[in-house]
């Protein structure tokens, strides 16, 4: 026998309470996890979704506080694409546009001449001819959850669009896409002549040099940010909220899961206030019967952090299922984010039992002797 | 007989050598309830190596309280308690004591019920920097010695009364002490079990040289031994010391 295996008999022994203590810490490290791998899925999925276009960078306006936020006259369009080493731009207007019968779907509005649509991987039907309007390509989650096929009719903004596409995207975000003529949603939102962002291809072949000089020229045009991909969305504000809340809330679950552990061994201690002044009595140490009672923390929290996780992935593998959370997000557990919260989980499950175990030995060893 | 005194095989020269008392009380008080209820008050008391003496008092009279003191499972409000001469002053101290060198043995036995006899005397090993095997062969000897071998498996809620005790006495004595306290010991056994274990307790005084402290109100009991202390209302008020020899010619010993 061992410290161990000392503390496993003594977890057996109050099998009700130490399956609560571990079902607590098992709720909050999945929630944890579940919760801090959404707020980033949201993020990754946005990402992927502008990686997927194809872009080099994206010009939104200085100081927009999100993706949705910024407004561009579309006559900054021409003057990028003007720039020498820009290859192609394209403006984007980029809205949560409500639908009749449903919440409102991600869309956007190209040119019809832009060459963004020349990259939308059809499945099926085509993208708008030059010139033709009140026309939409849906992604496949999109058609999905709107129920709606080739040729079927479509309520935007309150206008009607014809379906004429269907888009095989990867990235979940794109999938729940659906993509109309700019003039149409700018006339349908009363923002003609607007865009949100502008998408701008740049010739890689001048390397990174020209590539940082071309970014400086569209900066240069004023009022305006040139960002690639990746960095577009660290300064959005409501991605910056989410993450946050995201962060407070897992922060909250796991101190919820220290409390658990924190409570469940004061209450062990209390009732085996004679043990502890038996272990006294043969002499162990202060550290050794404080070991004792933190090896039963740790167990617990080992065991609760293992279901927490083995939670998380039966979540990742549940959600997608669901329509309304499957059709916006994709929600991917890595090391990288578990390793942190049970990390974060663990180190608060041994402050929580260092508090017992600190009073366990402050006891005098006759005082312990005497309690039933 | 197995020797149980392997770990400390030189704990007899040791404390030929010494001639300073194994443990003494200078002007111990214990009080309690801020100096309502006094337990203890200015106790004087030496105990020397290889003693064999009982503590006897009404119930109440400060019998535990004194007991306690010995074995620094309580601590004096004044006064000191000196080990070999030397001051305790650290619980660090005392324990390091408790796990070296003094065993005690509860009227209520105190033991982990949800552990076997052998789990509950390799208990008292830990800290020894002895493995875990080495823990087992140890307990299981010091078990045979008091007569369980057949019963080292068993949880504690399986056995008896007798062989609870005798469970707590090889743990008691499985560290080898210089001193064994019973703290009313037999107290909580038929008078089969008791004399049992009053025997072996003596067997250990006579057999190792152990020096045994025995509180007890039984007054047969306290009768075989040589030096008797008796307290009343937290006072030392007789300590009597027959020499061998004499009890020899009453028969007692």
């Known amino acids: 026998m061992n410290l161990v295996g000392l503390a496993l008999r003594n977890l057996r022994r109050r099998p009700l309470r130490t399956g609560l203590s571990i079902l607590g810490i098992t709720l909050a490290v999945g929630s944890a996890l579940a919760l801090i791998a959404l707020s980033r899925s949201i993020k990754d999925s946005t990402q992927a979704g502008l990686n997927e276009l194809g872009d080099d960078l994206v010009v939104m306006q200085k100081g927009a506080s999100d993706i949705f936020g910024g407004f561009i006259s ?51 039907g085509r993208v708008p001819q030059q010139g033709e309007r009140h026309v939409a390509v849906l992604g496949e989650s999109a058609a999905a959850s709107l129920g709606k096929k080739l040729g079927n009719e479509l309520d935007l903004l309150g206008e009607t669009f014809r379906v004429i596409g269907i888009a095989n995207y990867t990235s979940v975000v794109n999938r729940g896409l659906v993509l109309v003529p700019l003039a149409d949603l700018q006339e349908a939102s009363y923002r003609t002549r607007q865009v949100t962002m502008i998408h701008v291809n740049v010739d890689r072949g001048g390397g990174p040099a020209e590539f940082s000089r071309v970014r400086g020229s569209i900066e240069a045009l004023g009022n305006v940010t040139a960002s690639t991909a990746n960095e577009v969305l660290n300064n959005d504000r409501n991605f910056a909220i989410l993450e946050a809340v995201s962060l407070a809330v897992a922060i909250i679950a796991v101190a919820m899961s220290a409390l658990n552990v924190l409570n469940a061994l004061v209450m062990a201690t209390q009732e ?6 038996i272990f006294a009595a043969i002499g162990w140490s202060n550290a050794r019967i404080m070991m004792s009672i933190v090896i039963e923390g740790i167990l617990m929290c080992m065991i609760g952090c293992a279901l927490g996780v083995l939670l998380s992935f039966l979540a990742a593998f549940a959600f997608p299922r669901i329509p309304a959370i499957g059709n916006l997000i994709s929600f991917k557990p890595s090391v990288g984010l578990i390793a942190p919260v049970v990390v974060a989980a663990f180190a608060l499950c041994v402050l929580g039992a260092l508090l017992p175990a600190w009073r366990a030995v402050r006891m005098i060893p006759a005082e312990a002797l005497r309690r039933m | 007989m197995m020797n149980v005194m392997n770990l400390r095989p030189s704990l007899e020269i040791d404390r030929a050598l010494d001639s300073r008392p194994l443990i003494s009380l200078n002007s111990v008080s214990r009080l309690y309830d801020g100096g309502a209820i006094t337990a203890l008050q200015n106790v004087d008391l030496q105990i020397d190596a290889g003693d064999c003496m009982a503590i006897v008092g009404a119930s109440g009279s400060g019998k535990s309280s004194l007991v306690n003191m010995l074995c620094g499972i309580d601590h004096p409000s004044s006064g000191t308690v000196l080990w070999e001469g030397r001051p305790q002053r650290t619980r660090q101290d005392w324990a390091k004591l408790r796990r070296l060198s003094i065993g005690i043995v509860f009227q209520e036995f105190n033991l982990i019920p949800t552990l076997t006899a052998l789990e509950n005397v390799e208990l008292a090993l830990f800290g020894r920097g002895l ?38 006495i090889a743990r008691a004595i499985v560290n080898a002490p210089a001193l064994l306290i019973g703290d009313e010991p037999t107290g909580n056994l038929d008078s089969t079990s008791a004399a049992n274990i009053a025997a072996l307790m003596f067997r250990l005084c006579e057999d190792y040289g152990m020096t045994l402290v025995l509180v007890t109100h039984d007054e047969k009991l306290a009768a075989r031994c040589p030096r008797q202390v008796r307290i009343k209302d937290g006072v030392i008020v007789e300590d009597t010391a027959i020499p061998d020899p004499l009890l020899e010619l009453q028969g007692i010993a």
């Open chain 2, 131 to 168: 493995s875990g095997s080495r823990r087992q062969a140890r307990a299981a000897m010091v078990l045979e010695y008091v007569g369980l071998q057949h019963r080292l498996n068993n949880l504690i809620t399986r056995l008896s009364g007798g062989e609870r005790q005798r469970v707590a």
């Open chain 1, 74 to 124: 579309e006559q900054m369009v021409e003057r990028i694409a003007a720039i020498r080493g820009v290859m192609r731009a394209s403006g984007e207007l980029f809205m949560f546009a409500p639908s009749a019968g449903h919440t409102s779907v991600l869309t956007l509005g190209w040119p019809d001449t832009s060459y963004l649509w020349k990259n939308v991987p059809l499945r099926e």
């Open chain 1, 272 to 277: 085996r206030t004679r043990e502890i002044g």
